[in-house]
């Protein structure tokens, strides 16, 4: 098992004082493949990312990478590429000199070495700045240096620590896609921290989301939509509509909840009598009683707010003290401000989650 | 209104530089004098007293006293000063900015009191070493320069740096020795280049600390003005001028004078 893994955490726990960060991280990556570590700040993720880098040190667990145990080994020797927030260029050496930093470390032939920089700058389309001083960049332009210069020593796994958050928008989405079709292309290993769930959805194979010093949920990106583990995995990825309740009845494969809203069905078995989130997401949602089927869960709301928006209209209806957001065709009438109406999802969209440990 | 404005603040410019470089331009035109006595208008120009600077006595183990002060107390200032800035910046220390302050205090305090201050300790403490003695008031006076420097130029300073050396290869000594002090060659220049003027040109610290054998260049000066008052002070004075203005231009060259002024980050 462990030995299969290309990067292997296993148990990784570190404290500050009394802080705990990280509590037994296990995280096993294939070859070549595009992991996110995601969730808020202050959840662990960056730690993570500098405990694999070997720049922070694990109380317990240990870390394999490519075959090796490197649970003790400093950083110089891991052989990892790091992309760090704020690039981390240095400002004494022009671009080609940043790229070279590493290969010159390894003491390889003057010819070798000028022919990588070469072959590493044009796979970040950089040949023509290779003399330019850092300081004479723009920010995409660093982040590409940065890049070339981690991916140039051929590291087992490449790093990123929110390494495109200082992009503005368009460049961030345009380098988000291009950033993975070159890591693949080349066969890279990369773990990308962020916690930007777009950008997680875009870059990886898989996401990590990360809550309190745990990983939530591992899994891809469609499971991780359709299929969150946890409350906080459905928050913090896409848009959700949630209603808190308790389960007054259950068999193997369905709960009925009582929310203040009305009772509602989960495919799902809950013990009678317990408190649970229930939840679904905006999209599974229609207005009107004539599309309901015997399949669905349906909740009386007000409309609360239209907004159109050309090909669809946003209806927001409030039910409770909660609001769901329905989508319309933008042909059709959307019902007036004020209007009652029934808002109907599918039991099979239906997510159930237990409500303790909710802040 | 606007252009009047613009013309007297540039009056005004004009009248600063002038005031501050008049008495420099004075000394450098009594250098040319062929007279002892230097008055103007001056009837030609000499180089009689650039002559009689090499025969001036104890001129020049002034002179290399002064540099070698000047040179020992800089390198220590730069070693000492780097590490209590970084122990400032980083060292998340309880009051780190009263000890900040601390570090440079010696540049508020008057020179005079240092050096009495310090005589008397020397005294009391029985250390009878005039040379060492030096060294130590001028690492005191040159300690600010560069505390000062370097703690604007490490508070600049990406410490991501030295983690990302570290991932590309480097061990801990590599790390500092190839990024971490290049990075900050350029602070380290300015606070050398002060810190150097400062205790080349020090007077009122060194005339405490100094005895017959061990005299620095500027006390000599004034020892000759005192003695014989002819315009041979007047050459030396403009020749230290010349070096510090080829100083001031390599620096200029290596880091810009924007950066040295603090006009500009």
Known sequence: ????????????????????????????????????????????????????????????????????????MPPYRRNVGVVFQSYALFPHLDVAGNVAFGLNLKRLPKAEIEAKVRRVLALVHLEALAERPIRALSGGQQQRVALARALAVEPSVVLFDE??????????????????????????????????????????????????????????????????ATSFALSFVGQSFRLSGRVVASEPGLSVIDTAAGQLRAPKQFLTGSDVIVATRPEHAHLGHATLGPGDNSLAGTVSNVTFQGPRSLVEVRIGDAFLTVQMPGRSAAPPIGSEVTVGWPIAETLIFPAEGEP | MKTAALILSAVLAVAACVFLLAPLVVVVLASFSPTPVFDLPTTGASLRWYGRIANLEGFWPALGLSIEVAAVSTALALVV?????????????????????????????????????????????????????????????????????????????????????????????????????????????????????????????????????????????????????????????????????????????????????????
């Not at chain 1, 368009?170 to 291009?178: F, I, P, T």
């Not at chain 2, 490490?154 to 061990?171: H, V």
């Not at chain 2, 000759?224 to 020749?239: G, H």
Request: charged share 20%.
């Open chain 2, 81 to 265: 000063g780097t590490l209590a800035a970084i122990a400032a910046v980083r060292g998340a220390l309880p009051y780190a900015d009263a000890f900040a302050a601390l570090l440079v205090s010696p540049l508020m305090m008057p020179g005079l009191v240092l050096g009495i201050a310090l005589l008397q300790y020397f005294r009391a403490v029985g250390f009878d070493a005039p040379l060492a003695g030096l060294l130590v008031a001028h690492l005191i006076v040159t300690l600010p320069y560069v505390a000062r420097t370097m703690i604007a130029g490490l508070s600049r300073f990406d410490f991501t740096l030295i983690d990302a050396a570290l991932t590309l290869g480097c061990t801990w000594r590599q790390a500092i020795f190839k990024v971490m002090v290049p990075a900050l060659a350029p602070s380290f220049l300015i606070a050398g280049l002060f810190a150097f003027l400062a205790s080349f040109d020090n007077y009122p610290v060194s005339i405490f600390l100094t005895d017959v054998r061990t005299k620095t260049l500027p006390i000599k000066m004034l020892q000759y003005i005192e003695e014989a008052p002819d315009p041979t002070i007047a050459a030396v004075s403009s020749l230290i001028l010349l070096g510090t203005i080829v100083l001031l231009i390599i620096a200029d060259r290596a880091v810009g004078l924007s950066r040295m002024a603090g006009t500009s980050d």
């Open chain 1, 163 to 228: 390494a495109l958050s200082a992009l503005d928008r368009k460049l961030r989405e345009a380098m988000q896609v291009e950033l993975r079709q070159l890591l693949t292309s080349i066969g890279a290993t990369a773990v990308f921290v962020t916690h930007d769930q777009e950008e997680a959805l875009t870059m990886s194979d898989r996401i990590a989301v990360m809550h309190r010093g745990r990983i939530d949920q591992l899994a891809d990106p469609r499971t991780l939509y359709d299929r969150p």
């Open chain 1, 1 to 72: 098992m462990a030995d299969a893994a290309h990067l292997g955490v296993k148990g990784v726990s570190k404290r500050y004082g009394a802080a705990t960060v990280l509590e037994s991280i296990d995280l096993d990556m294939a070859r070549g493949e595009l992991v996110t570590l995601l969730g808020p700040s202050g959840c662990g993720k960056t730690t993570l990312l500098r405990v694999i880098a070997g720049l922070v040190r694990a109380d317990t667990g240990t870390l394999s990478l490519a075959g090796r145990d490197v649970t003790r």
